[in-house]
């Protein structure tokens, strides 16, 4: 922290201690007002579509004078839809239930003291993202949905396009009669600016969530000094059990990997039973390989299929984000089981089965964020959850657990009313 | 972390390994498996009371021997009452609701898909304490009740009483046929230990609960890279309001302050409001101070009540732990939720009002993790909450917030069963 300019200092200061001020009136504010902001945000989205495209302009044109990755200025770049959609995605979020206030356990003590815990805010939330713009309404969203401040870091690439996008934010707060500092964005790009909301600001900060790659996560956990909510791999399996239907599993597998590759919900491995090899593994590999999926297989599928490459140690903890799928036989589902508790990253499992018991016994026995049963592990999503959108996915189990939407971004109290009990 | 012996290294990574390795198996231990290990750690540890109570001689004669202040002294002592109370306590941990797998919530997405949450173990939790020796008997139950491995770190000066205790819970665990490893002690009292604890463990240490005085928390805050469930500060505040019952005030104030002046829930600032303080201040005072209360009051105060020292700026910030109340008089209701939302602690505060409207501003407004109406700030126990025991309150809002029981050291996993369904 020493290297840490006094003028960032001085700047960040400035945030923190807005947006903890702003926290407490965010707190106490209706649910209407909160409700009002986010349509109205939505609204101004739609208003400044052509401002906030010209500013994505400057920045691709920056990106691209870097030299940046097409696939990094694929996130990057905005367009007319991907701007409706994100203010339709603020709208979604506006009509969600509002989880402040809500009572979700309430119960009577022999005294006669009444027990009720009710959700409430965290309170000042930090959000450090990379690339995508559309982070910006996104979280800044979720967090007024439920009832906290936020003090957005956007990466540098898309520092223009965020600016506008929250410039839109804080109109929609102004309409509402809500604190502008409810939603704060970080004007510069300096990297001293990350460095202060990571370790210096615990007295402002009660959270980070950082949205990235694996640098960015792996940094803010070393750095900081706050609780983070996190997600690190997503290294999903695919088991099919000898009892699978086979088209469910040509159809989940395929799903699974192939629909989009580079989100954390794609399956990297698939284990298949050794008693169901002769019968499923023609249809599920034709179906990869016509998709243009790379198989890396254990020497039983390399015996078995021209077409797979041999599989090294390595690729079991590999998340590849590719369209490439490690593939291992195993002799029953126990080692289906220890397979996934060994290499898996405690993020999302699937199993097919007809049989209820072997999915029962995988549902209970792993302990990954999400476990399915005969569906694809690309649901792992806060919006196919019925969540309305979310702000990742979390892999640790402090807290929040899966995908984290506004509910995820409320802590609770305790409210307990008595007629004069004193303690004996 | 450059200055931990090598061989303190090794112990510790040992340690971690096998509580790691337990945890899997604990994590799908039977329920009536963990009743039973903590249905026999109760009995042998009233079945080895007197190797208790010797071991404990030892732990007293050496605290003596560095005169240790008596409070400290007194946490230390073990008796006859407090080994049975300790072993009742085990007992009554059993035989509460098991949290684990409890669903607690389900919906149907439309495309089929049936959600549930699932409560599971958070895995590894790090217990550091202090003196008390019966830490090793509920802390240990109240993980293993979670379904939770627990490595248990006491203080020094009650190595030899907790060594004991320990060894009873782990009878308990082979009577049940549960991992021995599940309940673990650092079997040193290396304070290299504790550093290594706190900064080498991300691997296999989930959480670190702290439970002990401002030091060591501070110290576990600082060091901690794993998450930290603890409680700061416990400065309670109660406010009497204008529509307050005499009798209730009197007798709550009295009893928030002084049942007992050491814990986090007991009062420390009574705030009153200048409307009522002709007809309430006077038996509230005489309460006080007929108890050996001393009074800290404002300027108003002071002049009402010859009785009262003057108060300073400081105190208002001082958890005393002791026989003294810092009291103001208020102009109303804002200014008592403003001086709390100031000066208070996040941990527990109470209203005493016959006013509703009243009552539900305060609770409404006021972001402490427990909020009272009409009862004493004493109540702030997992105990009184009918949680059966606690491992500490938390003072933070990530994860759990106020008494820490078994519910409260779980987290959750999402089991989806569908029929084959892909995301489009």
Redesign the interface.
């Known amino acids: 922290m020493n290297a840490i300019k006094t003028d960032i200092i001085d700047l960040m200061e400035g945030i923190g201690q807005r947006a903890r001020a702003a926290a407490?009136i965010l707190?106490?504010s209706a649910p209407e007002q909160r409700y009002e902001g986010l349509c109205a945000a939505a609204d101004s989205l739609l208003a400044h579509s052509e401002e906030i495209l010209a500013a994505n302009v400057k920045d691709i044109q920056a990106a691209q004078a870097k030299d940046l990755a097409p696939s990094l200025l694929d996130r990057l770049l905005l367009d007319e839809s991907r701007v409706q959609a994100m203010s339709e995605g603020v709208r979604q979020v506006a009509e969600l239930d509002d989880p402040v206030g809500q009572v979700t356990d309430e119960?009577l003590?022999p005294n006669g003291?009444v027990?009720q815990r009710v959700r409430?805010p965290?309170?000042v939330i930090g959000i450090i993202y990379e690339s995508r713009p559309n982070v910006t309404a996104d979280a800044g969203a979720l967090c007024l949905k439920s009832g906290n401040t936020v003090i957005l870091r956007g990466g540098s690439e898309s520092f223009h396009s965020s600016t506008t996008i929250h410039g839109c934010m804080v109109a929609g707060l102004q309409k509402a009669g809500l604190p502008e500092d409810a939603i704060q964005m970080i004007p510069t790009t300096d990297r001293d600016a990350v460095g202060y909301l990571l370790s210096g600001m615990q007295n402002y900060v009660?959270?980070i969530v950082p949205r990235g790659g694996k640098n960015l996560i792996a940094r803010v956990q070393s750095d900081a000094r706050v609780?983070v909510?996190g997600h690190l791999e997503g290294l999903c399996h695919v088991y099919v059990h000898e009892s699978a239907?086979i088209?469910?599993a040509r159809?989940?597998v395929?799903?699974?990997k192939m629909?989009r590759t580079g989100i954390c919900g794609a399956a990297e491995t698939l284990l298949i039973d050794r008693a169901c090899l002769d019968t499923h593994w023609q249809a599920i590999a034709d179906a990869l390989i016509e998709a243009g999926c790379e198989i890396r297989g254990d020497s039983k599928i390399c015996e078995l299929d021209s077409r797979a490459v041999a599989v090294n140690e390595a690729d079991w903890d590999t998340e590849y984000l590719e369209a490439i799928i490690s593939v291992r036989v195993v002799n029953d589902i126990e080692q289906a089981i220890e397979h996934i508790?060994t290499h898996g990253s405690g993020h999302t499992e699937a199993i097919i089965a007809e049989d209820p018991d072997a999915?029962d016994h995988f549902?209970?026995?792993l302990?990954?964020?999400?476990?399915?049963?005969?569906?694809?592990t690309?649901?792992a999503?806060g919006g196919?959850?019925?969540m309305g959108a979310e702000i990742g996915i979390a892999t640790?189990?402090?807290?929040a657990?899966?995908p984290v939407g506004a509910e995820q971004l409320t802590?609770?109290?305790?409210?307990?009313?008595?007629?004069?009990?004193?303690?004996s």
């Open positions: 407490a707190a106490r119960w003590r003291l027990i409430v965290l309170g009660d959270v609780p909510i239907d088209n469910k159809d989940v395929l799903n699974a629909r508790a999915a549902l209970h026995d302990d990954s964020a999400i476990l399915l049963h005969n569906a694809s690309q649901f999503d196919e959850f019925g640790g189990k402090i807290h657990r899966g802590s609770y109290k305790y409210v307990v009313r008595g007629t004069g009990q004193i303690r």
